[in-house]
Each structure stands twice: as structure tokens, then as C-alpha cells.
Nanobody
Framework: QVQLAQSGGGLVQAGGSLTLSCTASGRTLDKYAMGWFRQVPGKEREFVAAITWSGVEYYGDSVKGRFTISRDNAEQKGYLHLGSLQPEDTAVYFC????????????????WGQGTQVTVSS
């Protein structure tokens, strides 16, 4: 079992930036892929970014060029840096991890963080 604990998030003005963190415990994260998703009320969970255990990155079209995913395997942490934030980026952000899957389908990730609210004011 992998437990994921998120930190970061909050209120930021449009054009600003934030960094979200995701800390793993229970098992070492080294060989797990990590993903980030976001969700607003009434909508499905949206793929934001993913990173393989070796550091290959993938991004959703809506965040490409603005957000950066990274990881520190030694520290058992994953990060999502949110840059050039816009009001439409307002959502609850979730980190996820999986042993075998890296991609945009939230149903295929086994482990999830608790979620953290990001609110972007105009």
C-alpha cells in the first residue's frame, strides 16, 4: 500500500503561481508513476500531468507550457508547479500513483492523495 499526503494549494491571483506537493509513505515511490488530476463540482476528474518513475513527463493540453510536474524519488515526493494561473484553473487538485500505469485515465491509478483546493481570483 502507498499512502499519499498532499500539501500546498490555496488562493492566488491570476498570473500567479503555486507548487503542490505529494508525499508518499508505506512503500517506496521509486518505481511508481505519478499523476496529477483536478476536479470541479459537477465535472469529471481532468488529467493535468503525469510522470514516469524515470522522469518522462506528460501534460494535458490545457496546462501544457504553464504547469510542470517533477519528482524526487529520494525524498518520496512528487510536485506540480502551477504557473501563469487563470481562474479556469480553479479546482481541487489530486495526486495519484500507480505501479503499472502512467497516463490520463484516473480509473487506472490505484493510490490517491486527499486533494487540495486551488482557487485563482481574477
Amino acid at each position: 500500500q502507498v499512502q499519499l499526503a498532499q500539501s500546498g494549494g490555496g488562493l492566488v491571483q491570476a498570473g500567479g503561481s503555486l507548487t503542490l506537493s505529494c508525499t508518499a509513505s508505506g512503500r517506496t515511490l521509486d518505481k511508481y508513476a505519478m499523476g496529477w488530476f483536478r476536479q470541479v463540482p459537477g465535472k469529471e476528474r481532468e488529467f493535468v500531468a503525469a510522470i514516469t518513475w524515470s522522469g518522462v513527463e506528460y501534460y494535458g493540453d490545457s496546462v501544457k507550457g504553464r504547469f510542470t510536474i517533477s519528482r524526487d524519488n529520494a525524498e518520496q515526493k512528487g510536485y506540480l508547479h502551477l504557473g501563469s494561473l487563470q481562474p479556469e484553473d480553479t479546482a481541487v487538485y489530486f495526486c495519484a500513483a500507480d505501479w503499472a500505469y502512467v497516463g490520463y485515465d484516473p480509473e487506472k491509478y490505484d493510490y490517491w492523495g486527499q486533494g487540495t483546493q486551488v482557487t485563482v481570483s481574477s
